[in-house]
Nanobody, 124 residues
Framework: EVQLVESGGGLVQPGGSLRLSCAASGLTVSRYCMAWFRQAPGKEREAVAVIGMSGFTNYADSVKGRFTISKDNAKNILALQMNTLKPEDTAMYYC??????????????????WGQGTQVTVSS
């Protein structure tokens, strides 16, 4: 059984940082395309960062230069380092998996497994 469990969310002031983690069981993160999505109230779920088996990464324009996606293969964890956070980054953040990356940013429909999400709130 595949399980993805996110952690690390919370309340942070604008300009602050958070590091999200996604602990995987039942799959090896190094062998799959992994992504972070977010969904704000009233908005569609969107991909913010994706990392392929080779280590290739891609980011949504709104987070480029501020967010970094990475895999810790030894711990089987997907991470998202978020710096210089803005109020518009407030959302539920989800990690997700698919068998391979096809280039560009994935849509929710192509992902196979999802975590339950972790809330990130950026507010003063």
């Amino acid at each position: 059984e595949v399980q993805l469990v996110e952690s690390g969310g919370g309340l942070v002031q604008p300009g602050g940082s958070l590091r999200l983690s996604c602990a995987a069981s039942g799959l090896t993160v190094s062998r799959y395309c992994m992504a972070w999505f977010r969904q704000a109230p009233g908005k569609e779920r969107e991909a913010v960062a994706v990392i392929g088996m080779s280590g290739f990464t891609n980011y949504a324009d709104s987070v480029k230069g501020r967010f970094t996606i990475s895999k810790d293969n030894a711990k089987n964890i997907l991470a998202l380092q978020m710096n210089t956070l803005k109020p518009e980054d407030t959302a539920m953040y989800y990690c997700a998996e698919r068998a391979y990356c096809s280039g560009g940013m994935p849509t929710p429909e192509v992902m196979n497994y999802w975590g339950q999400g972790t809330q990130v709130t950026v507010s003063s």
